[in-house]
């Protein structure tokens, strides 16, 4: 199994700024995601994070809003850019090896 | 697109079974999962299933599928308050390396 690890836990941040989320694995895996969690909603995936390419995407999700690097097969960040309240949630990471998948414990951001 | 709903609200006995439902679109799902949400806390898997079994048991913990259907149920038999948290379906295509698709999310109330 892998053991995932996010940064920071919890953030408070103002509109207009930008918050960047890491997301660190300590094993190699194939795949990583980025999904968010709005208060009393069900989890959205946002991308799919591609290891030395650009992210896939969903649908209503765009890079420009969501920046997200993989530079290897551990680590990935998730980038919040120029935050609204509408952007508080929880995002979380999950990792895919095999048929498991492997969540992150969730950051919690919330915008004033 | 995937579609995977599940009731809002389920309030149980203690010690009675609880019986949760979720219902899916995507015929080509091939794994479907069960993960248990408590306050404030991150997902935790209970159990999966393979799409080509109807039944799969674990302790008190009893999953059924009606693939003609797209029927998925968690039963809980003699629940506890520990058991109260809300439950989430989720499918992906395949076993290995593949994006989830959440449901809705059921909130299972237990009382005295």
């Known amino acids: 199994s892998a053991v995932i690890s996010q940064k920071p836990s919890r953030d408070i941040c103002q509109r207009g700024t930008s918050l960047t989320i890491q997301c660190q694995v300590d094993?190699?895996?194939?795949?990583m995601f980025w999904y968010r969690q709005q208060p009393g909603q069900s989890l959205t995936l946002i991308a799919t994070?591609?290891?030395?390419?650009?992210?896939?995407?969903e649908s209503g999700f765009v890079i420009d809003k969501f920046p997200i690097s993989r530079p290897n097969l551990t680590f990935s960040t998730l980038t919040v850019s120029n935050m609204s309240p509408e952007d508080s949630s929880i995002y979380l990471c999950?990792?895919?090896?095999?048929?498991?998948?492997?969540f992150g414990p969730g950051t919690r951001l919330t915008v004033l | 697109g995937e579609d995977v709903e599940q009731s809002l609200f389920l309030s149980v006995r203690e010690g009675d079974s609880s019986v949760i439902n979720c219902t899916y679109t995507?015929?080509?799902?091939?794994?479907l999962y069960w993960y248990k949400q408590e306050p404030g806390a991150g997902l935790q898997l209970l159990t999966y299933?393979?799409?080509?079994?109807d039944m799969k048991q674990d302790q008190r913990l009893t999953v059924l599928l009606n693939k003609k259907d797209k029927h998925l149920s968690l039963r809980i038999a003699d629940t506890q308050t520990g058991d109260s948290a809300i439950y989430f379906c989720?499918?992906?295509?395949?076993?290995?390396?593949?994006?989830?698709?959440f449901g809705t999310g059921t909130r299972l109330q237990v009382t005295l």
């Open positions: 995507d015929s080509s799902s091939t794994y």
């Open positions: 994070a591609n290891q030395g390419s650009e992210a896939t995407y």
């Open positions: 299933i393979f799409s080509n079994m």
């Open positions: 999950i990792s895919s090896q095999g048929n498991e998948q492997f």
């Open positions: 989720a499918e992906s295509k395949t076993g290995t390396a593949s994006k989830l698709t």
């Open positions: 094993s190699q895996v194939t795949m």
